[in-house]
């Protein structure tokens, strides 16, 4: 695994921010940023980087990776909690049986008056812009780093 793969593998883990919320109907419309983020688990649906990235070192760049992922991982379920943790699961298969169920438990809370939310433990938190919340779709960008490239990595996640 590339030192890039690895960086971003661990930034999708640590999913983060929040800045201006799209509303996809009235149900959605009176519930706060917190309700519509912890009703139920998220699976990440996109994984898109701009530029793009040669993810696994053969020379050829792609700009969304999701289907580079073996289907063990792309089942991977998030859950926010409204006590603050948040639970990364294994979800329906596990890439390798004898790995535990529940892969993290960490903590996660809005930042920046709800326009980020920021995951992790104090001290090694990450944090993410908010592009869009409703009751079926989060999705956030993160800006990273590597090699002297700036990327944006756009996570889609769909209940």
């Known amino acids: 695994m590339t030192q890039f793969t690895k960086k971003a593998a661990i930034v999708m883990l640590s999913v983060a921010a929040m800045t201006g919320c799209k509303k996809d109907d009235s149900k959605t419309s009176n519930k706060s940023k917190t309700e519509l983020l912890t009703t139920g688990s998220w699976k990440q649906t996109s994984i898109y980087f701009s530029p793009a990235v040669d993810w696994d070192g053969d020379g050829h760049k792609e700009n969304e990776v999701i289907n580079l992922y073996s289907p063990c991982d792309r089942d991977d379920l998030m859950t926010f909690k ?78």
Do not use: R
Request: charged share 25%.
């Open 82 to 159: 409204t006590n603050g943790t948040v639970v990364n699961d294994e979800g329906a298969s596990k890439c390798d049986p004898s790995d535990p169920q529940v892969i993290e438990t960490t903590h996660w809370k809005f930042a920046d008056n709800e326009t980020k939310i920021v995951i992790g433990d104090p001290g090694v938190e990450e944090s993410a812009q908010l592009l869009e919340l409703t009751s079926s779709v989060l999705k956030v960008k993160v800006t990273m780093e590597e090699g002297g490239v700036t990327y944006t990595e756009t996570l889609t996640f769909g209940h």
